[in-house]
């Protein structure tokens, strides 16, 4: 092997240098332009959380649709639009309602699960789409308590079992009676699949070991329609719908759904005093309230909250609703959050016992 020379040491020594100070250069230009990104993003991200700060501020400059889960004229629609104007002196915009019944109020729920999360879109929805629907249909688009924000509950109030005047029973042991007798000869009417208004009565077939047939319409004023012609029997329903019909002789009231005696209805027994064994301590109450999509800013979420429980507070939209025969409730949402949930757990083993199933 020939022994380097001088001459090769030399070299070498120079392209190392170079290559040392070419590395060096490359690394503090690296770290230069990692720097100037750095600089360039957090930048960025200050001008998109100063944006997004001062579009939560101004919160909202423009118009709110409200989609309702239920037709015109049923019980949500009726609370919707009492506090509407409410709403527009509150929050200085127009909030606009739109009525969405489909499904058994999934179709709307679930829109507003998948909508913006910018507050601009509300759902008003009901126990059926966010505490029974994922018991009832195997392949629901949405899940209640992930992608949807609870903002408020609006309403909350007991079911009123009440029956055409023809039907042979006046009380909820002579019901229970007549269907054990004639298992599917009658017809009951609810406000759509998978509602408190469907499985209130399928709670009371599972416990007293009873049969009528489930007939199912979009939303209240069909489904009394229905049973004031007779072709349905019997109906539970929230008292909005049903109290003028019974005044004028229509409909008779069997019971209510509530664990005592309802205030606005004080001298119609609750199922639990029936004398029924089964139906002893029995409760299934019709709730309702607000929600927007997950996601929506925290501020933007306590700014609806405040109006929405402002408007609900006005003396004359709360005459209104209890003269409809709904009981104004209001709070926070994590109250609303938290019913959601409980009533979840309540109603998951009552639904599968029942058997109800919707595809």
């Known amino acids: 092997m020939t022994a380097p020379t001088h001459r090769t040491f030399a070299t070498r020594c120079t392209l190392a240098k170079r290559c040392t100070s070419l590395a060096t250069g490359s690394a ?3 770290l230069a332009l990692a720097g100037s990104l750095g600089l360039i993003s957090a ?3 200050q001008g998109t959380s100063a944006n997004a700060s001062a579009s939560v501020q101004s919160f909202p400059s423009k118009p709110i649709r409200w989609v309702v889960v239920a ?34 109020g999934t179709v709307g729920t679930n829109e507003v699960a998948k909508s913006t999360p910018d507050g601009y879109t509300w759902v008003m929805s009901y126990n059926g ?23 408020m509950i609006t309403t909350s109030q007991p079911n009123v079992i009440a029956a055409n005047i023809h039907l042979p029973a006046q009380n909820m042991r002579e019901l229970t009676s007549l269907l054990k007798t004639s298992p599917g000869k009658y017809n009951f009417a609810s406000v759509g699949n998978g509602s408190s208004s469907h499985l209130t009565m399928e709670y009371i077939k599972a416990v007293t070991q009873t049969y009528a047939v489930h007939i199912p319409f979009n939303g209240s004023p069909p489904a009394v329609m229905s049973t004031l012609s007779g072709d349905t029997q019997l109906i539970a329903s929230v008292p909005t719908v049903l109290a003028p019909q019974v ?8 019971a209510v759904t509530s664990a005592q005696r309802y205030a606005l209805l004080p001298d119609v027994p609750t199922v ?3 004398g029924v064994p089964e139906l002893k301590g029995f409760e299934a109450l019709a709730w309702n309230g607000v929600l927007v999509a997950a996601g929506t800013p925290r501020a933007v979420v306590e700014r609806i909250n405040s109006a929405l429980n402002a ?4 003396p004359a939209v709360k005459e209104r609703l209890k003269a409809a025969g709904l009981e104004p409730i209001g709070g926070t949402p994590e109250q ?14 009552i639904i599968k016992r029942s058997g109800a199933r919707i595809d």
Not at 73 to 102: T, W
Not at 247 to 254: A, D, H, I, V
Not at 336 to 349: G, N, Q, T
């Open 336 to 349: 609303f959050a938290k019913l959601i949930h409980d009533e979840s757990v309540k109603w998951a083993p």
């Open 272 to 274: 639990a005093e029936s």
């Open 71 to 104: 037709p015109a004229g049923s019980s949500l629609d009726v609370i919707a639009r009492a506090m509407q104007d409410r709403l527009k002196d509150n929050l200085g915009q127009a909030v606009v309602v739109e009525n969405k019944p489909q499904a058994g």
């Open 129 to 151: 789409p966010l505490s029974f629907a994922p018991y009832l249909y195997p392949k629901l688009s949405y899940h209640p308590e992930k992608d949807l924000q609870a903002v």
């Open 311 to 314: 408007a609900l507070n006005d």
């Open 43 to 45: 930048a960025y991200a």
């Open 247 to 254: 005044k004028q002789g229509r409909l008779k009231y069997l």
């Open 28 to 30: 503090w230009a690296s």
